[in-house]
């Protein structure tokens, strides 16, 4: 019936009748949405930054200085056929000995004085996505032992400790985001029930005029759920910008470290989860304090 | 149209409000309830409107025991009721047109017919000129007149209203009274009004319902109110035979028209559930 237009028209006047307990409550939304979404970013980059150095786990295979161009092609084709192993690459002396002097400003130079090559030729194992946690490289390093190798290389300790810390940050975040969005469910149901408590009369006329339950508490929830929306809106704009000045400044300083595309801006489906939780937030909070709210006795 | 069968309401913190009472009220009477402060005057009214339930006894509209109604059912009820409490209270940030039409929108009614029969209420309580004024730009008289636009808005068969004289001087109580009773002959509605203006109860010939201490002291009719004879007695046999008179009490039967038969909707509070109530939401 016309139910739905009719509370819509009254959350709308309700909120300009009461503005300050409406911003109050966009408010609260938006600050902690702002908070989960700036966390979110910041998350978001570092698992790129981990997925994207998960791209470069590989297994430096060094091979013994007297194996043939037809060993090399041997030894090759035999790693290629194992199950975990994405790709591998031949790096001759020379190409490491330049690959070595690239790597640092004027070494080229210095190399180029040495009489003979101290590097040894190597196979470049590069690992298939799913086996790239750190448990799982250790265990494919050993089954690449071969005699023809003088000696295995990986980073491991450092991809680990990279993955225990992205798995604490994981895990405060969720704890971090439930105790934010229980905080904004209480605030939002207190600034509700406040406005409530300013229109308990409307509540109470209501009732007496003949009005049902629903049809005084729909403008609260309809209320609610704008509330929730807008704050939503507002932590978006907020994050937009905030990671316009401040994350993209941090990255113009460490970005030629870390990678080109450090610190980019949440992807779409973390943006409308972030405006549902909004709208979630708001019309828990207006649930809560309407079901807590009886229509007192006239 | 009403009957209180041996009603006791006593309420949990403050005791006896009323005790035993056994009262009717014809279809179309018009009646002051009336005693001292702290009588049960009040009590009686939310009986009716089903804001309180009675502790033992039974309070019967049309044959319905509203004491028993399920809670659902409860708007329903009073969208077929017009209650003009106390206080009187209107909501202080809407007109006195958007105040009137919130017992209309209640129902669901079309935003055209609301302003229509809006109109036709404030131009009855002589209020169509301040329509768009807000409560706190009336005077007490003009408040209280909107209360009963809103509650006359819906057209209801039976009109509470507890001191709606309240605090306004004589002039406009007379007013305000005068136009309660003119509702009464027009709509042919059951009115009751709880009262202890002395100058009230004096200048108008209905029945007066005498409570004290909760309970029922003395019961005048109409006719016997002008005949100078004061006091009825109320023992059970003689309550019986007052309920069976079908002849009219007070002076608002007189001229019985057809009371329009257009409620705001087919909506009958008697009805348990309304199914799509719930599935609105
Ligand atoms: N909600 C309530 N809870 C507890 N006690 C109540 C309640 N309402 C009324 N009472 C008590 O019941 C008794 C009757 O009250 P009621 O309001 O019916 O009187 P009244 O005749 O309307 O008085 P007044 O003329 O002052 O309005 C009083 O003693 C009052 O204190
Ligand atoms: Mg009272």
Redesign the pocket.
């Known amino acids: 019936m016309n139910r739905g237009p009719y509370a819509l028209r009254r959350a709308l006047k309700g909120m300009s009748e009461y503005q300050f307990l409406a911003v109050a409550t966009i408010s609260v939304i938006a600050t902690v949405l702002l908070l989960l979404g700036a966390f979110a970013i910041v998350l978001t980059n570092l698992s790129g930054v981990l997925d994207r150095w998960g791209k470069d786990v590989q297994i430096s295979c060094y091979l013994q200085e007297n194996i043939g161009d037809a060993g090399v092609f041997r030894l090759k084709a035999e790693l290629e056929t194992m199950s975990e192993v994405a790709a591998v690459t031949y790096v001759s002396k020379d190409e490491a000995l330049q690959q070595f002097g690239n790597s640092i400003e004027g070494l080229d130079r210095i190399l180029a004085d040495l009489d003979t090559n101290p590097l040894p030729a190597s196979l470049e194992v590069r690992l298939l996505p799913a086996f790239q946690r750190p448990e799982q490289v250790a265990q494919v390093a050993e089954s690449l032992e071969r005699p023809e190798f003088q000696a295995l290389d990986y980073s491991h300790e450092w991809v680990e400790r990279y993955h225990n810390f992205l798995s604490l940050l994981r895990l405060s975040a969720l704890v971090l985001g439930t105790l934010l969005l229980a905080a904004a469910v209480f605030l939002v149901g207190n600034t509700i029930r406040l406005a409530i408590y300013a229109r308990r009369d409307e509540l109470a006329i209501v009732a007496l005029v003949g009005g049902t339950k629903w049809f005084a508490r729909l403008p609260f929830l309809v209320e609610g759920a704008l509330q929730g929306l807008l704050g939503g809106l507002v932590s978006l704009i907020l994050l937009r910008l905030l990671h316009q000045y401040a994350f993209l400044e941090v990255q113009d300083s460490l970005g030629m470290a870390l990678g080109p595309d450090l610190m980019v801006f949440l992807p779409t489906p973390a943006l409308v989860a972030l405006l549902a939780a909004g709208l979630a937030v708001g019309l828990l909070g207006a649930w809560t304090s309407v079901a807590r709210s009886r229509e007192e ?1 006239l | 149209m009403i009957q209180f069968r041996d009603v006791t309401k006593v ?5 006896t ?1 009323l005790e035993a009472l056994d009262l009717s009220f014809d279809e179309g009477e018009f009646a002051f309830i009336t ?10 009214l ?1 009986l009716l409107y089903a804001a ?1 339930r009675p502790s033992s006894g039974e309070v019967l509209i049309e044959g319905r025991a509203i004491s028993r109604l399920h809670p659902r059912s409860v708007p329903w009820l009073r969208r077929n009721m017009g209650v003009v409490i ?1 206080d009187f209270r209107l909501l202080p940030r809407r007109t006195v047109a958007e105040n009137v039409a919130l017992a209309l929108e209640v129902c669901g009614l079309k935003q055209a017919d609301i302003q229509q029969r809006v109109h036709a209420a404030l131009d009855r309580v002589g209020l169509r000129d301040m329509a768009n004024r807000l409560p706190t730009e009336l005077s007490g008289g003009e408040q209280q007149r909107t209360a009963i636009a809103r509650a006359i808005v819906n057209e209801p068969s039976i009109i509470l209203a ?2 709606p004289t309240g605090n306004l001087d004589q002039e406009l109580s007379f007013d305000i009274m005068g136009l309660l009773v003119d509702l009464c002959h027009e709509k042919r509605a059951t009115i009751l009004v ?1 009262t ?1 203006d002395r100058n009230q109860l004096d200048a108008w010939n209905v029945r007066e319902v005498q ?1 004290a201490d ?1 309970r029922l002291v003395g019961d005048v009719l109409a006719d016997e109110k002008a005949n100078g004879s004061n006091r009825r007695p109320t023992t059970e046999v003689e309550q019986a035979e007052a309920d069976e008179q079908p002849q009219a009490q007070g002076d608002c039967i007189a001229n019985q028209e057809e009371r329009p038969d257009s409620r705001p909707e087919d909506e009958d509070w008697q009805a348990q559930e309304d199914p799509g109530e719930e599935a609105s939401i």
């Open positions: 006795a | 309420y949990r913190k403050t005791g409000a005693g001292p402060s702290g009588a049960g005057k009040t009590t009686l939310k309180e106390q507890d001191e709880a202890h409570l909760g």
